[in-house]
T-cell receptor, first 110, second 115 residues
Framework: QKEVEQDPGPLSVPEGAIVSLNCTYS??????FMWYRQYSRKGPELLMY????GNKEDGRFTAQVDKSSKYISLFIRDSQPSDSATYLCAMNSNDYKLSFGAGTTVTVRA | NAGVTQTPKFQVLKTGQSMTLQCAQDMNHEYMSWYRQDPGMGLRLIHY???????DQGEVPNGYNVSRSTTEDFPLRLLSAAPSQTSVYFCASSSPDGGPTNEQFFGPGTRLTVL
């Protein structure tokens, strides 16, 4: 079993819809939770991070962590075609190595 | 700043050939890593380095070698290429001053096909 599970999708939504992405994990030592965004044929870039249970908002993006259920989510409100990308969750336990999910490919249709 | 650069962008090898993927960063980051990305598997850590002269294995190190003689460069060597090494390879760097999330700065990737 992988440490981090993420449904690879793909996910296709109309412009303006809410996109919901999620990951589950098995390692209770994970403390820091991140979402990376990867455009086609590019390297991933950090989108958001959080380290406690609860919600964190950044513009149209909300990251949610539920440590008791070992479940994290990313919501994109008012989705735009420019949000079309692969979204990877990542997490670590205050050491160097990150554990990544498989990534979910999102397409926002104009 | 160029950030993290990787060469080549594309490469086709025959089984058994060897080659070196180049990675350089100009951000003076101490940490550097190599990942491979395969469909449905996400990013898997191959090797990493926490400073010049220091390297360690990641999750999938077999068939790969690394060295780190300078802060800037972190080449990845494929010793005898196999079709299972067909993948997209990403180099990343980060700074211990970047906080506990260890934000990774990725290069553009090298797409490798082994026939």
């Amino acid at each position: 079993q992988k440490e981090v599970e993420q449904d690879p999708g793909p996910l296709s939504v109309p412009e303006g819809a809410i996109v919901s992405l999620n990951c589950t994990y098995s390692n209770s030592a994970f403390q820091y939770f991140m979402w990376y965004r990867q455009y086609s044929r590019k390297g991933p870039e950090l989108l958001m991070y959080t380290y406690s249970s609860g919600n964190k908002e950044d513009g149209r993006f909300t990251a949610q962590v539920d440590k008791s259920s070992k479940y994290i989510s990313l919501f994109i409100r008012d989705s735009q075609p420019s949000d079309s990308a692969t979204y990877l969750c990542a997490m670590n336990s205050n050491d160097y190595k990150l554990s990544f999910g498989a990534g979910t490919t999102v397409t926002v249709r104009a | 700043n160029a950030g993290v650069t990787q060469t080549p962008k594309f490469q086709v090898l025959k089984t058994g050939q060897s080659m070196t993927l180049q990675c350089a960063q100009d951000m003076n980051h101490e940490y550097m890593s190599w990942y491979r990305q395969d469909p449905g598997m996400g990013l898997r850590l191959i090797h990493y380095s926490v400073g010049a002269g220091i390297t360690d294995q990641g999750e999938v190190p077999n068939g790969y070698n690394v060295s780190r003689s300078t802060t800037e460069d972190f080449p990845l060597r494929l010793l005898s290429a196999a079709p299972s090494q067909t993948s997209v390879y990403f180099c990343a760097s980060s700074s211990p001053d970047g906080g506990p999330t260890n934000e990774q700065f990725f290069g553009p990737g090298t797409r490798l096909t082994v026939l």
